[in-house]
């Protein structure tokens, strides 16, 4: 089976850094993926992760370390268009589906 | 990146009938499609695969007779929502992955449907 844990809530201020985490247990792995979602619309990518170690796109950084089954998505100078929900997902070995975790609701405020 | 479509975005019916959902990828051919559900304020959770040109593959406790699903071409997913009930009332999202995609075959989301149960 897959467990995938994350933080409910969180709140940041504008202009801060903050980094929401996520913790997996699976049978197997084959990447972890972060999505961004706006309320009533569907997940859009923000990145991806297969090896250790740290991706930086633009504000946005994902870090993976497989052998602690540990990820978390750093978000900097944090803008209002920033409050969403992010969510984690692990791919198990094959052509499977994402498994996502519940999600961190992100409140950004001024 | 590539565009998957959902038709209809959003749709209200009454208890009983059957509702139909189209997900469709645009740009780029999809052997196999995932269908999600999402209530309110909770993650995906993964209904079914869509596999196209034979049977789809459904997660423990989704009812098959109820969410009938066909994948008749490589850019066309269908879920039927058959009796629907109020319970039904949800947020589904369809998913699909480019044969000729990345090589970490990323899973491109449609818009959503939101259905109203009635």
């Known amino acids: 089976g897959q467990n995938i844990d994350q933080p409910t809530e969180m709140t940041a201020t504008e202009g801060a850094i903050v980094q929401i985490n996520c913790t997996y247990q699976t049978s197997g792995f084959n990447g972890l993926f972060w999505y961004q979602q706006h309320a009533g619309e569907a997940p859009t990518f923000l990145s991806y992760n297969v090896l250790d170690g740290l991706e930086e796109k633009g504000r946005f950084s994902s870090f993976l370390s497989r052998s602690k089954g540990y990820s978390y998505l750093l978000l900097k100078e944090l803008q209002m268009k920033d409050s969403a929900s992010y969510l984690c997902a692990v791919r198990d070995i094959g052509n499977t589906p994402l498994v996502f975790g519940k999600g961190t609701r992100l409140s950004v405020i001024a | 990146g590539a565009v998957v479509s959902q038709h209809p975005s959003r749709v209200i019916c009454k208890s009983g009938t059957s509702v139909k959902i189209e997900c469709r990828s645009l740009?780029?051919?999809?052997?196999?499609m995932f269908w999600y559900r999402q209530f309110p304020k909770q993650s995906l959770m993964l209904m079914a695969t869509?596999?196209?040109?034979?049977?789809?593959?459904?997660e423990q406790g989704v009812e098959k007779d109820k969410f009938l699903i066909n994948h008749a071409s490589l850019t066309l997913s269908t879920l039927t929502v058959t009796s629907a009930h109020p319970e039904d009332s949800s947020f589904y999202i369809c998913?699909?992955?480019?044969?000729?995609?990345?090589?970490?075959?990323?899973?491109?989301f449609g818009p959503g449907t939101r259905l109203t149960v009635l």
């Open positions: 998913s699909a992955r480019d044969i000729a995609g990345t090589s970490y075959n990323e899973q491109f």
């Open positions: 740009d780029f051919q999809a052997t196999t």
């Open positions: 869509s596999n196209e040109g034979s049977k789809a593959t459904y």
